[in-house]
């Protein structure tokens, strides 16, 4: 079974500058695809990036991006020029590909509470 | 477009008493999944419908929990009786069928948060 790792329960970073939030993953799989979803309070969670294991390019989003490291089983969240409105609970999620199709059966991490400080 | 609404937002019961969730998909997304955090851990997977079909549900916990989706529109879990370890956030999630192709993400509801005294 895969399992998902998130070992910064909480961080905190001043407005404007750059937080890395990390995520460590176990699977057997080579082909696979990993996510990060963030959670702002009292609202819905939403996607931030994907990443696709069989692309070695790291996949960015504006402000959002990656460094995924397949070898190390390692997807980092760098999030630059940080905003008060990225506050929020950030979840890093995987996916087999071996999924039928259609199920976007996500294993999930803990999560990393990030806190923007003014 | 409405998002995934469920409800109710809190439910706060006893030991032993009966709940029952709802979730309204997006309308037109025939994937709908119910998904559980424990609070300070990680959310995981409990079921995932195609339409009126129970695809998977391989993470629903025991048999005290019943997951419905009668006609293939909304979705209820019913957890019958409760336990205290029962208690956490229930979300649930739509997204479009796909034939091996991404259609776009999950989209989340807000959750229910479940409190069992």
């Known amino acids: 079974a895969q399992t998902v790792t998130q070992s910064q329960p909480e961080m905190s970073v001043q407005e404007a500058e750059t937080v890395t939030l990390s995520c460590t993953y176990d699977t057997s799989e080579s082909d696979y695809y990993l996510f990060w979803y963030k959670q702002p309070p009292s609202r819905q969670m939403i996607l931030v990036i994907r990443q696709e294991a069989y692309k070695q390019q790291n996949a960015t989003e504006n402000r959002f991006s990656v460094n995924f490291q397949k070898a190390a089983k390692s997807f980092s969240l760098k999030i630059s020029d940080s905003q008060l409105g990225d506050a929020a609970m950030y979840f890093c999620a995987y996916r087999s590909a071996e999924e039928p199709g259609g199920n976007e059966k996500l294993t999930f991490g803990t999560g990393t509470r990030l806190t923007i400080i003014p | 477009e409405a998002g995934v609404t469920q409800f109710p937002s809190h439910s706060v019961i006893e030991k032993g008493q009966t709940v029952t969730l709802r979730c309204d998909p997006i309308s037109g997304h025939d994937n709908l999944y119910w998904y559980r955090r424990v609070m300070g851990k990680e959310i995981k997977f409990l079921l995932h419908?195609?339409?009126?079909?129970?695809?998977?549900e391989s993470g629903m916990p025991n048999n005290r929990f019943l997951a419905e989706r009668t006609g293939g529109t909304y979705s209820t879990l019913k957890v019958q009786p409760a336990e205290l370890e029962d208690s956490g956030v229930y979300f649930c999630a739509s997204s479009q069928l796909r034939d091996g192709q991404w259609k776009g993400p999950l989209h989340f509801g807000n959750g229910t948060r479940l409190t069992v005294t």
């Open positions: 419908f195609v339409k009126e079909s129970k695809q998977d």
